[in-house]
């Protein structure tokens, strides 16, 4: 962005703040905008946290989707006359490919948070995560479905 029109922007996001929008303010406004700009400018110019906004955004637009079709699939299986018959309750060891204590720790949540999945434990070794799932059809198919969904796009934000 032009470092003009972005001063011209502060200053006149610090005039509507204020309510004062009279010529000594948004002088004031612009010379805070400036300040403002020449400190960070680093942090804002950098490509890597546009990069990394982008698949944070990413990450929460799949797991939004994922939230409402989990919910949705939970809602027909209680929804079922013969829920015994519906039901195919089952634990299963998800491979990890993420290591550090914050990857795993948003994994483990993402999937307690999705309906009619919940993580259970995180092996020793963080080798694996185990996860309660209400109705398993494919084991490898939800392994598959994890490790591209969630578990990729949150390698992609930490990395």
């Known amino acids: ?6 001063v011209a922007g502060l ?3 610090w005039a509507a703040i ?17 300040l403002t700009a020449l ?28 939230l409402m079709a989990s919910a949705v699939r ?4 209680v929804l079922t ?15 990890l490919s993420v ?11 993402m999937i307690t948070l999705t309906p009619g999945t919940l993580s259970i434990d995180v092996a020793e070794d963080r080798s694996v995560i185990y996860v309660h799932v209400l109705q398993l059809g494919d084991r490898e198919a939800l ?9 990729r796009r949150i390698a992609e934000i930490f990395r």
């Open 1 to 6: 962005m032009n470092l003009a029109l972005m």
């Open 11 to 13: 200053a006149l996001v």
């Open 18 to 34: 204020t309510g004062n929008f009279s010529a000594l303010n948004l002088l004031l406004g612009a010379v805070i905008g400036a």
């Open 39 to 66: 400190l960070l400018r680093n942090s804002f110019a950098s490509p890597r946290l546009l990069r990394r906004l982008r698949r944070i955004v990413a990450l929460a637009l799949v797991f939004v989707w994922e």
């Open 74 to 77: 939970v809602a027909i299986i």
């Open 81 to 95: 006359p013969d829920l015994k018959s519906a039901l195919r309750p089952a634990i299963i060891a998800f491979p």
């Open 99 to 109: 290591k550090s204590d914050a990857e795993i720790t948003l994994l483990a949540n």
């Open 143 to 151: 392994i598959a479905e994890i490790a591209n969904g969630f578990e």
